[in-house]
């Protein structure tokens, strides 16, 4: 009987299709290569943890105290005798005692014999399990080769474990592709994207453009480097307290290691291969095994066939690490809120694709009210969805729905999801809605219960035909836009289909005509501007006032007056009176009354001055004139080009978001003379979120000169402290880092490291510093460098 025959032809097809992870092993030449495709015997294993009895399959860490029941799964009629050999270990730098080393001979009739049963001792981090060929003085073996080198195998167990996780991910993403090979390959298209995100797996969407037959086999093509990192599965398998960071582990998340953000399921090969081969004898050869789990058994994999003639095959397991799991930072993939009433409700999830392609996470529920609605995870549809539809009889309005489970022997809580469910309240337009207008696209705002709910929005003017109206749902109503430009004046009738009521609910409007009216053109002698105000100024198609021609640049409405802008070529006359001609797009012309002011004044800026301080527990960042950091203060001059300055003149600055402010006579705005105004610019004025190029503009009485640029303000992170090692790697501490997009330890930025976007942690490993300085780059101001003094 081949080891072919101990897995069940289901997970030999799982194995079939997975990654080809090279040469773990030290095997034989040739072997390196190999992929983990080779079956090999399984195991069946129980953990006892008070009184609750979980499989292995549901469990990601062991606990000390935990009683465990291990069995070597193979056939009836299985000719080569196997001691199956326990290890536990506690650290790199300490030997086990003997007594935690324990061995049992699979091919005995007594059961207490032929398995293992294990109590977990304090102190242990890792379990590791060893299938010996018989041989004499095998048990012993292994014992003295754990004993003698248990850091290697600290370090092979944690590697294997870390392995072994990351190719649950790459089985289901495999296997979910191949499900969709067969049964529909159109849809591939649709769900390969979120299958990829959902599991962390890398995705060629070029493989999407070709014809569909062969999208299934490009998306599974070079799998070796499909598999992208993943922070909890590698805190699953973590290493052991008191043992040296595994240099693989660390390497595997770097782009110097040339392997970007995919997982150690590459990394770890040739160090595994080489810690085995260290310590291989002419009696053994050890081989490592993948564990794929179900339930209580463990189908191992191997990535070499085992060997029966010296020196023998061991086959080397790991199980969970011990005491070094934690909960799964499970996060709300999407904010907005989600029809509880939708059949095909998805509550989106991410931060934990273990959830997918694990049973680690059991029993999950969203608790609504007290009720619990059973769960399932789905990677294809990248969240949990109800086993069963929701009944929307049960709940009205804004309800919140918890995820809540148990990961393991724990509790586990997820994010919070907003479920909106519909009433029979009826919709209305907003207190501020203006009246619709025939002749253009008119934005309305609705108010209802459960927008999230709404599937179509309609439009009937009069006793006209019904037409699509295009809606986006808002936490509190709809935002529309009515397409009312070929619609006449009269009624008009909104239908809006909700999701879990049978009849729409309706809103009854109407449309008037507005008249074509210019009430005046504001514009200033010099100036190759000017703005029209009055009513459907959407159709002026140009102005013309002496040698300028001005066309529209950007319309708005302020209650029931338009504003346009029109700019152009050319200067506006000398002040005084005159006669502007107004073309309309339906081709008449109107003769508008002008009287072009006199010229606005303009403004310089003169100096500046970044007044910038840190705090003492802070290592102080130095920038430039031309950046301001959000906790400095920038000190300003500008001079009046032409007129004089007043103290009645204001200063307002603004930046790329909206963001505004008015400063007026007082500390931060003073006069110096006639033409000087000196100023002083608090960030923080403009809220927390501002950053980027700030503008300042004069404003007089109504009126404003050119905005010119001033700065470009950042938000700086609060760094902490920078230590270096003794090989010259150092780590950079602090909060906020994700406000760096790179560090570098030149001024060229050499061997930069880049952050990554929206990075969490408050360490990142950087250059050493140059001269005592390292040069970060920013995310607000990627143009612009800022040194780091170190004080080395």
Not at 86 to 105: V, Y
Not at 565 to 579: H, N, S
């Given at each position: 009987?081949?080891?072919?025959?101990?897995?069940?032809h289901r997970m030999r097809r799982a194995a079939g299709a997975a990654l080809l992870l090279?040469?773990?092993?030290?095997?034989?030449?040739?072997?390196?290569?190999?992929?983990?495709?080779?079956?090999?015997?399984?195991?069946?294993?129980?953990?006892?943890?008070?009184?609750?009895?979980?499989?292995?399959?549901?469990?990601?860490?062991?606990?000390?105290?935990?009683?465990?029941?291990?069995?070597?799964?193979?056939?009836?009629?299985?000719?080569?005798?196997?001691?199956?050999?326990?290890?536990?270990?506690?650290?790199?730098?300490?030997?086990?005692?003997?007594?935690?080393?324990?061995?049992?001979?699979?091919?005995?009739?007594?059961?207490?014999?032929?398995?293992?049963?294990?109590?977990?001792?304090?102190?242990?981090?890792?379990?590791?399990?060893?299938?010996?060929?018989?041989?004499?003085?095998?048990?012993?073996?292994?014992?003295?080769?754990?004993?003698?080198?248990?850091?290697?195998?600290?370090?092979?167990?944690?590697?294997?474990?870390?392995?072994?996780?990351?190719?649950?991910?790459?089985?289901?993403?495999?296997?979910?592709?191949?499900?969709?090979?067969?049964?529909?390959?159109?849809?591939?298209?649709?769900?390969?994207?979120?299958?990829?995100?959902?599991?962390?797996?890398?995705?060629?969407?070029?493989?999407?453009?070709?014809?569909?037959?062969?999208?299934?086999?490009?998306?599974?093509?070079?799998?070796?480097?499909?598999?992208?990192?993943?922070?909890?599965?590698?805190?699953?398998?973590?290493?052991?307290?008191?043992?040296?960071?595994?240099?693989?582990?660390?390497?595997?998340?770097?782009?110097?290691?040339?392997?970007?953000?995919?997982?150690?399921?590459?990394?770890?090969?040739?160090?595994?291969a080489r810690l085995f081969g260290a310590f291989s004898t002419p009696q053994f050869r050890?081989?490592?095994?993948?564990?794929?789990?179900?339930?209580?058994?463990?189908?191992?994999?191997?990535?070499?066939?085992?060997?029966?003639?010296?020196?023998?095959?061991?086959?080397?397991?790991?199980?969970?690490?011990?005491?070094?799991?934690?909960?799964?930072?499970?996060?709300?993939?999407?904010?907005?809120?989600?029809?509880?009433?939708?059949?095909?409700?998805?509550?989106?999830?991410?931060?934990?694709?273990?959830?997918?392609?694990?049973?680690?996470?059991?029993?999950?529920?969203?608790?609504?009210?007290?009720?619990?609605?059973?769960?399932?995870?789905?990677?294809?549809?990248?969240?949990?969805?109800?086993?069963?539809?929701?009944?929307?009889?049960?709940?009205?309005?804004?309800?919140?729905?918890?995820?809540?489970?148990?990961?393991?022997?724990?509790?586990?809580?997820?994010?919070?999801?907003?479920?909106?469910?519909?009433?029979?309240?009826?919709?209305?337009?907003?207190?501020?809605?203006?009246?619709?207008?025939?002749?253009?696209?008119?934005?309305?705002?609705?108010?209802?219960?459960?927008?999230?709910?709404?599937?179509?929005?309609?439009?009937?003017?009069?006793?006209?035909?019904?037409?699509?109206?295009?809606?986006?749902?808002?936490?509190?109503?709809?935002?529309?836009?009515?397409?009312?430009?070929?619609?006449?004046?009269?009624?008009?009738?909104?239908?809006?289909?909700?999701?879990?009521?049978?009849?729409?609910?309706?809103?009854?409007?109407?449309?008037?005509?507005?008249?074509?009216?210019?009430?005046?053109?504001?514009?200033?002698?010099?100036?190759?501007?000017?703005?029209?105000?009055?009513?459907?100024?959407?159709?002026?198609?140009?102005?013309?006032?002496?040698?300028?021609?001005?066309?529209?640049?950007?319309?708005?409405?302020?209650?029931?007056?338009?504003?346009?802008?029109?700019?152009?070529?050319?200067?506006?006359?000398?002040?005084?009176?005159?006669?502007?001609?107004?073309?309309?797009?339906?081709?008449?012309?109107?003769?508008?009354?002008?009287?072009?002011?006199?010229?606005?004044?303009?403004?310089?800026?003169?100096?500046?001055?970044?007044?910038?301080?840190?705090?003492?527990?802070?290592?102080?960042?130095?920038?430039?004139?031309?950046?301001?950091?959000?906790?400095?203060?920038?000190?300003?001059?500008?001079?009046?080009?032409?007129?004089?300055?007043?103290?009645?003149?204001?200063?307002?600055?603004?930046?790329?978001?909206?963001?505004?402010?008015?400063?007026?006579?007082?500390?931060?705005?003073?006069?110096?003379?006639?033409?000087?105004?000196?100023?002083?610019?608090?960030?923080?004025?403009?809220?927390?979120?501002?950053?980027?190029?700030?503008?300042?503009?004069?404003?007089?009485?109504?009126?404003?000169?050119?905005?010119?640029?001033?700065?470009?303000?950042?938000?700086?992170?609060?760094?902490?402290?920078?230590?270096?090692?003794?090989?010259?790697?150092?780590?950079?501490?602090?909060?906020s880092l994700f406000l760096i997009e790179a560090i570098a330890g030149t001024p060229s930025?050499?061997?930069?490291?880049?952050?990554?976007?929206?990075?969490?942690?408050?360490?990142?490993?950087?250059?050493?510093?140059?001269?005592?300085?390292?040069?970060?780059?920013?995310?607000?101001?990627?143009?612009?460098?800022?040194?780091?003094?170190?004080?080395?």
């Amino acid at each position: 009987m081949t080891f072919a025959s101990l897995v069940p032809h289901r997970m030999r097809r799982a194995a079939g299709a997975a990654l080809l992870l090279a040469g773990l092993a030290a095997a034989p030449a040739g072997a390196a290569d190999s992929a983990f495709d080779l079956p090999g015997p399984g195991l069946r294993v129980t953990v006892t943890r008070g009184t609750v009895t979980l499989p292995i399959a549901q469990l990601p860490d062991l606990a000390a105290g935990d009683r465990i029941e291990i069995h070597a799964d193979l056939p009836e009629d299985q000719r080569t005798r196997f001691v199956l050999v326990s290890a536990f270990l506690s650290s790199a730098t300490n030997p086990p005692p003997k007594e935690w080393i324990e061995a049992a001979e699979t091919w005995k009739r007594k059961q207490k014999d032929r398995a293992l049963t294990l109590r977990v001792p304090e102190g242990a981090r890792q379990l590791v399990l060893f299938l010996v060929p018989e041989t004499g003085g095998a048990t012993g073996t292994i014992a003295d080769a754990v004993r003698n080198k248990p850091g290697e195998f600290v370090r092979a167990a944690q590697a294997i474990n870390q392995a072994s996780l990351d190719r649950s991910r790459l089985d289901a993403f495999v296997a979910a592709i191949r499900a969709q090979e067969n049964k529909d390959p159109a849809h591939l298209k649709a769900i390969a994207p979120m299958l990829a995100r959902s599991l962390a797996i890398k995705l060629n969407a070029e493989c999407l453009d070709k014809v569909v037959e062969f999208q299934a086999a490009c998306l599974l093509e070079n799998r070796e480097s499909l598999v992208l990192a993943d922070m909890h599965s590698s805190s699953v398998a973590a290493t052991l307290a008191g043992a040296p960071t595994d240099l693989a582990l660390q390497l595997s998340y770097t782009r110097e290691a040339g392997l970007g953000y995919y997982s150690q399921y590459i990394a770890v090969v040739r160090d595994i291969a080489r810690l085995f081969g260290a310590f291989s004898t002419p009696q053994f050869r050890y081989l490592p095994a993948l564990g794929l789990q179900e339930g209580e058994r463990i189908a191992l994999l191997l990535n070499a066939a085992p060997s029966f003639a010296k020196p023998k095959s061991v086959l080397v397991a790991s199980m969970p690490a011990i005491g070094a799991d934690s909960l799964p930072r499970l996060r709300a993939a999407n904010a907005a809120p989600l029809c509880g009433a939708d059949p095909n409700l998805v509550l989106p999830v991410e931060g934990a694709p273990l959830i997918y392609s694990t049973d680690y996470a059991r029993n999950m529920v969203v608790r609504l009210n007290g009720a619990d609605v059973a769960l399932q995870a789905r990677a294809d549809r990248g969240g949990y969805v109800p086993r069963t539809p929701i009944d929307p009889s049960r709940f009205q309005g804004s309800v919140e729905g918890r995820l809540h489970g148990t990961w393991g022997y724990q509790a586990l809580t997820g994010p919070a999801f907003a479920l909106q469910f519909p009433t029979a309240a009826p919709w209305k337009a907003g207190p501020e809605a203006p009246s619709l207008v025939t002749g253009r696209d008119n934005p309305l705002k609705l108010e209802g219960p459960a927008p999230a709910c709404v599937s179509s929005v309609s439009m009937r003017v009069g006793d006209g035909p019904a037409q699509p109206v295009k809606f986006k749902a808002e936490e509190d109503g709809l935002a529309l836009t009515l397409p009312l430009k070929d619609a006449r004046p009269g009624d008009v009738t909104l239908e809006i289909r909700q999701t879990g009521r049978p009849a729409p609910a309706t809103v009854a409007l109407r449309a008037y005509r507005e008249a074509s009216r210019i009430a005046g053109l504001v514009l200033h002698a010099g100036d190759s501007w000017g703005e029209l105000t009055g009513q459907r100024l959407d159709q002026v198609a140009s102005v013309e006032l002496g040698g300028l021609r001005l066309k529209p640049d950007g319309l708005t409405r302020e209650g029931d007056t338009d504003r346009l802008r029109v700019a152009g070529a050319g200067d506006a006359p000398a002040p005084g009176e005159a006669t502007a001609r107004v073309a309309l797009n339906d081709g008449r012309t109107l003769r508008l009354p002008v009287t072009v002011r006199p010229p606005r004044i303009r403004v310089e800026l003169l100096d500046k001055d970044v007044r910038a301080t840190a705090p003492a527990s802070q290592l102080p960042l130095v920038a430039g004139n031309a950046l301001l950091p959000d906790t400095a203060r920038l000190h300003f001059s500008l001079r009046a080009a032409n007129g004089a300055l007043s103290a009645r003149d204001a200063i307002e600055i603004t930046g790329p978001r909206g963001q505004s402010l008015i400063l007026k006579a007082g500390p931060n705005l003073q006069l110096q003379g006639d033409t000087v105004l000196v100023a002083t610019l608090d960030p923080a004025a403009l809220g927390p979120s501002a950053f980027g190029p700030l503008r300042f503009r004069l404003v007089r009485e109504g009126e404003a000169s050119d905005w010119r640029p001033l700065i470009t303000l950042a938000r700086l992170p609060k760094i902490e402290r920078v230590d270096c090692g003794a090989q010259g790697r150092c780590t950079l501490t602090g909060q906020s880092l994700f406000l760096i997009e790179a560090i570098a330890g030149t001024p060229s930025f050499d061997g930069l490291v880049q952050v990554p976007q929206g990075f969490t942690g408050r360490t990142i490993e950087v250059p050493a510093p140059q001269a005592g300085k390292l040069y970060i780059r920013l995310q607000d101001a990627p143009s612009e460098v800022v040194e780091l003094p170190t004080g080395g």
